[in-house]
């Protein structure tokens, strides 16, 4: 008897279709809503470790998607006091490392202007939406 049973499992186990691997992550979110350059900073730093611990081969890109007071580090009026940041932030954007957006209904909520944020940051409608459509159509990983 236990060798029908076992056979018989045999044969369904074979008889179902191959599980998928499991695929690792078309990259990373970070949601970020900071209120101070440091704090920015730690999340920047954190994006570059990252970076160094996985292939850009198997992953599309880290996006930060800014949401918070920390958007109005990046406005061109406050750049002298923040140059550094928004330096190292666009070096970052351009080699690749991390992809920076901007929740326009915060920056609304702030009274930003679309055109007081610096080019490299891509702007989106709304923050929580573009980390849902990352998660669930691009298979993003949210840290």
């Given amino acids: 008897m236990i060798r029908w049973v076992s056979f018989t499992w045999l044969l369904l186990l074979l008889s179902l279709p191959p599980v998928a ?55 061109k009026n406050n750049y002298s006091t923040n140059m550094l940041l928004v330096d190292r932030a666009k070096l970052l954007d351009q080699d690749n490392i991390i992809d920076i957006q901007a929740c326009q209904t915060r920056m609304r909520q702030l009274n930003i202007g679309q055109n007081e944020l610096p080019s490299f940051i891509e702007q989106i409608p709304f923050a929580p939406a573009e980390i849902e459509r990352l998660e669930k159509e691009e298979g993003f990983t949210r840290l």
């Avoid at 990259?27 to 990252?50: I, K, M, P």
């Avoid at 611990?53 to 958007?71: C, K, M, S, T, Y």
């Fill in 21 to 75: 691997a499991q695929e690792p992550a078309k990259g990373y979110v970070f949601s970020v809503t900071v209120e101070t350059a440091e704090q920015l900073d730690v999340v920047l730093n954190r994006a570059e470790q990252l970076r160094e611990l996985f292939d850009p081969e198997q992953h599309n890109r880290i996006a930060i998607v800014l949401h918070g007071d920390e958007l109005q580090l990046f406005q």
